[in-house]
């Protein structure tokens, strides 16, 4: 029996749609986190490019949210998971290109229990959600050129050109497909440099990130000047380095990780059965992780920043492991390994469902003035509960008279301010005025251009989660004659404290705070 006779694509719509069907249930259960709330300003102020980013995530969510004419935890995922079922499926077709359908089958496995790839980008709505969606659409074009040159159009061109542009407007990370491409052509496929069609792709790419450049140079190239001073350069940081490689192997999940360089290891199996694409892949993979290796030698970074290079590694493996199994002559789908893979990965989902709503735990800060600091269950839950008992204080403190109606919240801070605006602000009618520093608030420097701000004589509530304390009257003082006692709700699960929230409220406005932007 061949691995052509299985009927994988039918087996690939049964993990898409399965895949899909339980983020959509875990999204009733898990509350928006700190990134994604933030992100959700994306939505409420479209823009071609943004402080942190540019603005392919807003422009999703606005589309998912129907122009935010629905706007909840499951509208805002919802571009996520499309993202995600139509990149396993592209990965699925590419791996069919590279070898067979179990090549495909295998590698989109991988992709859907890879916790960066199926939960980071796939589930939870960040840049990387409609980013990993292009990059894989660029990969299926690459490899295509690769495996069937002659078929390889213009409009293939083209279609490579665009779909690289908008992996960059998702996040600046997609101009390492040019660069990855672009050194294997330079190295391997030198003919083609000298082909018109290249250059069309480059100029639809370059059209599609003409918008990122535009904002910029309107805002004195803000978001360059913010990601250079990120890179710090304070000598050797073996600890970062160590953490970004541990980080990488537990985002991608231990055991997919292994599988990848178990491949990796046998390369002489690997050149001849990808004996065309090989080059490919790994140049599409390497640079990627060659640059943020070196940069936490001197620099913390973050494990997900590498994720997008694994895709190509996927593809790698998946062609490894069926060539495996089919020398073995095995009848077996995946191989063992990816099967306690998986087993890894549906654990891992239960064991943090567990830990909200089940068995919570405080295992953040015990002491009063940082309670739950460091505790991840408060970066999930809790701001639902929390609008409730506060919309009771709003109410009472309106009819009592201690307090305007059109009193805003007052934020100092992009998190928890993505919070305060999607869970509490939105729901309530309230308005959110930003009142601190640009490097601390980000885009909500930008909102505050359509608010009327504070004036003389207004009151404001300021807010404080446990977990994230600040003293008000530092921030403060200078703007309020005077901050009230602060009211406490505490956020109870199954009788463990996982946090206080500290509602102050600030009387008469005293001094009208200076604008952030310009």
């Not at 986190?33 to 300003?41: F, H, I, K, Q, S």
């Not at 079922?85 to 295998?106: C, N, V």
């Not at 990627?288 to 997008?308: A, C, K, M, Q, V």
């Not at 601190?436 to 207004?458: C, I, R, T, V």
Request: proline share 6%; hydrophobic share 45%; net charge positive.
């Amino acid at each position: 029996m061949t691995t052509t006779t299985l009927p994988y694509q039918k087996k690939m719509w049964w993990l898409i749609g399965v895949s899909i069907l339980l983020k959509i249930i875990l999204s009733f259960f898990i509350e928006l986190g700190n990134d994604e709330v933030y992100y959700y300003t994306y939505a409420v102020q479209p823009d071609w490019n943004h402080f942190d980013h540019p603005g392919m995530v807003g422009w999703m969510m606005r589309v998912t949210s129907l122009n935010l004419h629905w706007v909840s935890t499951l509208s805002m995922r919802l571009g996520s998971f499309i993202c995600a079922a139509l990149a396993t499926f592209t990965i699925f077709k590419t791996g069919t290109l590279l070898k067979d359908e179990r090549s495909g089958y295998i590698a989109a496995w991988m992709y859907s229990i890879s916790i960066y790839t199926s939960i980071i980008a796939g589930f939870f709505v960040l840049p990387d959600s409609p980013q990993l969606l292009f990059f894989t659409l660029s990969i299926y074009w690459m490899v295509k050129f690769t495996m069937q040159p002659t078929q390889f159009a213009t409009r293939d061109w083209l279609f490579l050109g665009l779909f690289i542009g908008l992996a960059t407007l998702s996040k600046v990370h997609g101009l390492y497909l040019w660069i990855g491409f672009g050194a294997y052509l330079l190295f391997h496929q030198a003919k083609t440099l000298q082909k018109r069609d290249l250059y069309l792709a480059i100029m639809v790419t370059v059209i599609c990130v003409f918008p990122i450049l535009y904002w910029n140079i309107q805002n004195n190239f803000i978001t360059y000047t913010f990601h250079s001073n990120r890179v710090m350069h304070t000598g050797i940081l073996l600890d970062s380095f160590i953490q970004q490689i541990v980080g990488e192997m537990v985002y991608q999940n231990p055991l997919v990780y292994l599988s990848v360089f178990i491949a990796l290891f046998n390369f002489k199996k690997l050149k001849l059965a990808l004996s065309k694409a090989l080059p490919l892949l790994l140049w599409l993979s390497f640079p990627l992780l060659i640059t943020f290796w070196g940069l936490s030698l001197f620099n913390p970074t973050l494990p997900h920043w590498t994720g997008p290079a694994y895709i190509s590694l996927f593809l790698i493996s998946g062609v490894f492991w069926s060539t495996y199994l089919q020398q073995k002559n095995s009848f077996n789908i995946l191989p063992g390994i990816l099967k306690y893979a998986t087993g890894l990965f549906v654990a891992l989902i239960l064991g943090v469902l567990l830990f909200i709503y089940v068995i919570p735990q405080q295992i953040g800060s015990a002491k009063n003035e940082n309670l739950g600091e460091y505790n991840p269950i408060n970066d999930l839950t809790g701001w639902e509960s929390f609008t409730k008992s506060f919309a009771t204080i709003v109410q009472k403190d309106r009819s009592n008279g201690t307090m305007p109606a059109n009193s805003p919240i007052v934020i100092h801070k992009w998190f928890p301010g993505g919070h305060i605006l999607f869970y509490t602000a939105k729901p309530l009618k309230m308005s959110v005025i930003a009142v601190g520093q640009l490097q601390d608030l980000h885009k909500f420097a930008w909102l505050n251009k359509g608010n009327q701000g504070l004036q003389l004589g207004d009151n404001a509530y300021y807010i404080v989660p446990s977990n994230l304390p600040v003293d008000p009257h530092f921030l403060y003082d200078e703007y309020f004659e005077q901050i009230a006692a602060p009211d406490t709700i505490p956020i109870i699960t199954k009788g463990v404290v996982l946090r206080n929230f500290y509602v102050y409220k600030l009387k008469n406005c005293k001094k009208v705070p200076p604008p952030i932007l310009p």
